[in-house]
């Protein structure tokens, strides 16, 4: 089946240790983004790549890092610099970086610092 | 800059009602995109439909229709005959062709049904 993957589902972190969030496409979409959703709040973008190799800065990019080397893949690094990382992260794809395309998401990973 | 509001934080009908989700827009292009995505207790958002600024036509499918119009530049979303599996936060976005060519996402508007 096609489909985003992401994981683990839920996350615990210690404050001041970086954490990886893992996203997978099978979908042969070139667009990955990444986003952020706090309780009663939208979706803010924190990554998004248009292309393998490449990738810009979302709303929210600080505290955070990204890497797309291969086209399938997107992980996503929560560091120790972002003070408030307890969120719930959702990762989506595109067929291209086109205004009209839809994106597909996967189904989130629940980050919680202890 | 774009931005997108949607001030109903919540809404609670009982089933079989017929409920309008609001949603306005603000965005300096003259070619944008309109989405709605539903977001189920489970988390994954799921893409309703697509709007593009040229075509005004309200769209229906089954028992959801959407009404666009530019002129109050407003987007709403119209459950008719609401049912229990309706409950979910319904989310409103928008993408402008120029630009970062991302979504930016409304704050959501939970529907709750009631048996």
């Known amino acids: 089946d096609g489909g985003i993957t992401q994981s683990p589902k839920y996350l615990f972190r210690k404050e001041g240790q970086n954490v990886t969030l893992s996203c997978e496409q099978n979908?042969?979409?070139?667009?990955m983004y990444w986003y952020r959703q706090d309780p009663g709040q939208g979706l803010r973008l924190i990554y998004y790549?248009?292309?393998?190799?490449?990738?810009q800065k979302g709303d929210i990019a600080e505290g955070y890092s990204v890497s797309r080397e291969k086209k399938e893949s997107f992980p996503l690094t929560v560091t120790s610099a972002q003070k408030n990382p307890t969120a719930f992260y959702l990762c989506?794809?595109?067929?291209?970086?086109?205004?009209?395309?839809?994106?597909?998401f996967g189904p989130g990973t629940r980050l919680t610092v202890l | 800059a774009q931005k997108v509001t949607q001030a109903q934080t919540e809404i609670s009908v009982v089933e079989k009602e017929d409920v309008t989700l609001d949603c306005v827009y603000e965005?300096?292009?003259?070619?944008?995109?309109l989405f709605w995505y539903k977001q189920p207790p489970s988390g994954e958002l799921v893409f309703l439909i697509r709007?593009?600024?040229?075509?005004?036509q309200n769209e229906i499918s089954g028992r959801y229709s959407w009404n666009f119009q530019k002129s109050t530049s407003s987007f709403n979303f119209t459950i008719t005959a609401s049912q229990v599996v309706d409950s979910a936060v319904y989310f409103c976005?928008?993408?402008?062709?120029?630009?970062?060519?991302?979504?930016?996402f409304g704050s959501g508007t939970r529907l709750q049904v009631q048996p």
């Open positions: 965005t300096r292009d003259t070619t944008y995109y």
């Open positions: 976005a928008l993408s402008e062709a120029t630009g970062r060519r991302a979504l930016t």
């Open positions: 979908l042969n979409h070139d667009a």
């Open positions: 989506a794809s595109s067929i291209e970086g086109l205004a009209y395309n839809e994106q597909f």
């Open positions: 790549s248009q292309i393998v190799n490449d990738f």
């Open positions: 709007r593009n600024s040229f075509d005004e």
